[in-house]
């Protein structure tokens, strides 16, 4: 409504709004529209996380966030959350980034309910460094849903159903297969024919499949795996307000079953979650947030790396199941798929129970208008019980002997013949834990806004944080149970019975500010500062470091001379930023000399023990954190009416005072252990880029959105000592770069090897090693760094280079069509890690296929080969068996239908749809085809392809 007060023309001008811009973003301890925005921040909006059909956030998020990582290495219920990574790997120590929720830090993301959360945002460069100490890693900012003012109550139930199936599984030889190359590895060894493991005749009754009791053909993968596994998500949740109350509720409950054939693993999970906000008047306001999370995780007593390196090494040869059913004999401790990864060992009981409480409170100052005074106190409290009960099982061998004796051929019944064998533990044993931790959290913040004359915008803030951390644990061990029934501790003997405990406390006070100006939102600037106390250096040398920020952004397309000549060009924004951040994921109180209890000695004539104690370690009361500078500069732009965006960053960082041992610098024989020293440099840069498009043509409307991210670290300084040869240098090259030998083919026939510098021993069907330094020898130093192995320190993890995503959203009348492809490259991994290869384990069908044999002299593949006999699979091992890990993955895809309108009114809903989704749907591409690239290892779980049908019901 415009009062014309008698005008008969009104003058009206209309300034363009750009789309996006006006969309508000969370940010550290505080909100922005994204329009005054000068960081590096990317956000993920909370339906963007709907789409994927996953019980863990982290998964959610992948392949959406331009700079983030994130790696599912596993599939296993309740283990199967991704590895994240902002912007690669910056440190040889941890490289987790921080996850803040709801403004406490420190709080789990993958406990989360996904129907829970409203935004993700991630702080990628300078605008982190609001945090501190805990910032250099990145910071994950996850913010959830909150009731409306002046909403009607509205409740709504999701439900789905899904069907698991491994994404890839790695093939093993079959039994005439591995039978063959048995024979073949005895005749290189000289062994005659008669004295072989296997006859030609075993090889052809294996490969009938007519002799089930004597000569099985077991596929391992077939036989101890189910042909799917189920998850179960339903959630609930009402949301809504009055002019002074706000409110939002939920509780939801995940259940994700295993895959194992007989199987003993699950993830069950229930969430609850209160959000209520109350003007209690226009001067002051309450907030009170609750939560509550309980997990259940429910597994076998053997891990599930050892159950699948048991898979994949049981041999071809040996029964899964005999034909009446009875399991076949165990590998080694009683490692049987059929059988560990069942009740039958025992269980591993894992419950954790997580509840947090926010109280918070504000006012606005009466008499200064935009001066608000803020506070909140939050609670979290961590209970965890963990019952690991074993107990001896069963399995069955064939006495073959016997059984052929007795005139039978492999084709009848042997149910006579079969020896049972008691394996695992002789009785049963219990080990219970229980740990309890508490963290507590005051913050207060006095925050003042204001515009002034001609628009100039001020926005600043000061604040103070506190946190405490203890946590307390203890866990008891009873065997010589008499019966597998009372799996409780008062049922055991008092027979070498033990307990044990252990606490941990953590503290830190924070002092922190930032002041934000923009004048007419054309010229942007930001300074923050952080002063961090942690407990976890010493007060004389460590325990504080300053953190501060600048931001700067300039926006040209704010100028009239903009607008008259780059009319295609809507919006147009650069900004560039310097931050100093820490990171304090260090081992604590390393300034203080430890002790622990040793082994005593017996003193007087009652000859009394007194236990003793020992120093651990050498203190150094200089350590403190880890410090990152990092450096940004980029633009964002919208162009044609906002339809199509475009972004871009590029960033350097430099991280000193790493804290690292010197231990190549002192010999070891000189038996001297030194302490972390904060001495090492890590350089990490890169780019990154975002382009986005959306549209709409009658009833149809569509958007696409691509990002790609490269970064590159390389080592500064690091204890290394002297090297001959250059090229074999650490310094310089990626975090985790690995010193092999380069390999050149296989021998062909004996006039090859004498041809070629080799290893003293080296035949025909051998792997052929360089001679990468031309002195005709095959040495030391001959080997090379491979620097796209780059894990983060001695873990398995491994960071891609470059990652990508693709996705995109369809929408016509009542359906939409959402999807997004994903990816990384410029990363591998050596896999082949378990020698037990030959007579201790199958043989991959990788290792089969197209190996050198005396009839195939040309073979891509190495001779069939006896564990880590051969010099290339030990001592000489080459880049031969890295794997190329890149991959691009069709990661999720759903269709949805809306009821129309007039339907719905008819149920009484207000929104009424069915799905179909899909997770980790198919590989578009991999760079091997030996295992899926996510998996961190061939034994791991397999990673799981998704199949989900579910309804949103909102009434």
Do not use: C
Not at 156 to 173: R, V
Not at 861 to 867: L, Q, S, V
């Amino acid at each position: 409504m415009i009062a014309i007060e008698g005008r008969t023309e009104i003058e009206i001008q209309l300034e363009q709004e750009i789309a996006g811009l006006d969309e508000l973003v969370v940010v550290g301890y505080g909100i922005e529209r994204r329009a005054n925005i000068i960081g590096s921040i990317t956000a993920v909006r909370s339906e963007q996380l709907s789409d994927a059909p996953v019980s863990n956030v982290s998964n959610a998020l992948t392949g959406r966030l331009p700079g983030g990582i994130f790696m599912q290495q596993s599939g296993e219920p309740g283990a199967n959350e991704a590895t994240i990574r902002i912007r690669g790997t910056s440190t040889m120590n941890n490289n987790s980034p921080l996850i803040v929720v709801d403004g406490i830090p420190g709080r789990d993301l993958n406990s989360l309910n996904p129907g829970d959360i409203e935004s993700v945002s991630v702080l990628k460069d300078a605008s982190a460094a609001i945090y501190g100490a805990r910032a250099a890693n990145g910071v994950i900012l996850v913010t959830t849903k909150r009731g409306e003012t002046n909403a009607p109550p509205t409740f709504t139930y999701d439900f789905s159903h899904g069907i698991l199936t491994p994404t890839m599984l790695p093939e093993m030889a079959d039994a005439p297969t591995y039978a063959t190359m048995i024979r073949e590895m005895e005749s290189y060894r000289g062994i005659a024919d008669g004295d072989r493991s296997f006859s030609q005749e075993d090889v052809e009754r294996f490969r009938s499949g007519d002799y089930p009791w004597t000569h099985p053909n077991t596929d391992w993968f077939g036989e101890a795996l189910k042909d799917y596994s189920t998850s179960t998500r339903h959630n609930m949740s009402v949301a809504g307000g009055t002019q002074s109350i706000r409110y939002f509720a939920s509780f939801g409950n995940q259940f994700d079953d295993g895959i194992y054939q007989n199987n003993n693993t699950s993830y069950d999970r229930y969430n609850l979650r209160a959000n209520i906000d109350v003007d209690v008047n226009d001067h002051i306001d309450l907030g009170v947030d609750l939560s509550g999370v309980r997990d259940n995780r429910m597994y076998p007593t053997r891990s599930a790396n050892t159950i699948y390196q048991t898979i994949i090494r049981m041999y071809p040869t040996s029964h899964a199941s005999f034909p009446n059913g009875l399991p076949g004999p165990d590998l080694e401790h009683g490692d049987q798929p059929m059988v560990s990864a069942s009740e039958a060992t025992g269980f591993n009981d894992h419950k954790r129970t997580t509840g947090s409480a926010k109280v918070t409170g504000s006012l606005n100052v009466p008499g200064i208008e935009g001066l608000r005074l803020t506070g909140y106190f939050a609670y979290d409290l961590f209970q965890r019980e963990q019952k690991v009960f074993q107990q001896p099982w069963t399995v069955y061998s064939l006495d073959q002997s016997s059984y052929l004796t007795a005139g039978n051929t492999g084709v009848e019944d042997g149910s006579q013949f079969l020896v049972p064998s008691q394996v695992g533990h002789p009785e049963p044993r219990l080990t219970q834990t229980s740990e309890d931790s508490r963290s507590r959290t005051f913050n207060a913040r006095l925050q003042y806004i204001t515009t002034l004359a001609d628009g100039h915008n001020f926005d600043a803030f000061v604040a103070y944080e506190r946190n405490e951390f203890n946590l307390e644990g203890f866990n008891a061990f009873r065997r010589h149970f008499r019966s597998n029934q009372l799996p409780y501790l008062f049922a055991g003997g008092d027979a070498e019975k033990d307990n044990s405990g252990w606490v941990d406390l953590d503290a830190s006070e924070n002092y922190f500010g930032r002041l934000s100006y923009n004048f007419e939102e054309k010229y942007l600037f930001q300074f923050s500062f952080r002063r961090d106390g942690s407990l976890r250096f010493s007060e004389e040398a460590g325990r504080w470091g300053n953190f501060p920020s600048v931001l700067v952004g300039w926006v040209p397309s704010e100028h009239s001379w903009w607008r008259e000549n780059l009319e295609f060009m809507d919006y147009f924004k650069l900004r560039a930023s310097f931050g100093r951040m820490g990171n304090d994921q260090v081992n604590p109180f390393q300034y203080l000399t430890s002790y622990e209890f040793a082994t005593g000695n017996i003193f007087g004539s009652d000859k009394s023990y007194v236990s003793g104690l020992e120093q651990t370690g050498t203190p150094n009361p200089n350590i403190t954190w880890e410090v990152a500078n990092v450096f940004n500069f980029g633009w964002e732009s919208y162009f044609f009416d906002s339809r199509l965006n475009f972004e871009t960053d590029f960033f350097y960082e430099r991280r000193s005072d790493i804290l690292i041992q010197r231990n190549v610098s002192v010999p070891r024989f000189t038996g001297i252990s030194l302490p972390d020293e904060n001495f090492g440099i890590v350089d990490n840069w890169g780019v990154e880029a975002s382009l986005g498009f959306r549209g709409i043509k009658n009833n149809l409307s569509y958007g696409f959105s691509g990002n790609v991210a490269y970064n590159r670290n390389k080592i500064v300084e690091a204890d290394e000592p002297q090297r001959e040869n250059e090229w074999q240098r650490l310094t310089g090259q990626p975090i985790g770069s690995q010193l092999v030998y380069r390999s050149a083919g296989i021998f062909r026939d004996e006039d090859h090897v004498n041809s070629l510098p080799h290893v003293p021993g080296a035949r025909a069907g051998d792997i052929i090693i360089e001679d990468v330094s031309g002195d005709g020898e095959i040495t030391s130093a001959d080997r090379v760094l491979i620097p796209y192995n780059s894990g983060s320190g001695t873990s398995n993890i491994v960071t891609p280079r470059i990652t990508f995503g693709f996705s995109f959203d369809l929408s016509y009348r009542n359906f939409d069509l959402r999807g997004l492809i994903q990816g990384h490259t410029r990363i591998w991994r050596d896999i082949f890690t378990d020698n037990r290869i030959g007579t201790a384990g199958n043989y991959f069908q990788w290792d089969a296929e197209d190996r050198w044999t005396p009839d195939n002299p040309d073979g891509t593949k190495p001779r069939a080969f006896e564990r880590d006999e051969e010099y290339w699979r030990t001592s000489y091992r080459s880049d031969f068996y890295l794997v190329d890990n890149s991959y691009v993955r069709l990661r999720n895809l759903q269709l949805s239908y809306s009821l129309p309108h007039s339907i719905q009114t008819r149920f009484g809903t207000s929104d009424m749809s069915f799905y179909v989704a899909g997770q980790n749907l198919f590989l578009l591409y991999s760079g091997n085809d030996v295992m899926d690239p996510e998996n961190y290892g061939m034994g791991a779980y397999p990673i799981m392809r998704t199949i989900t049908m579910g309804t949103r019901i909102s009434f």
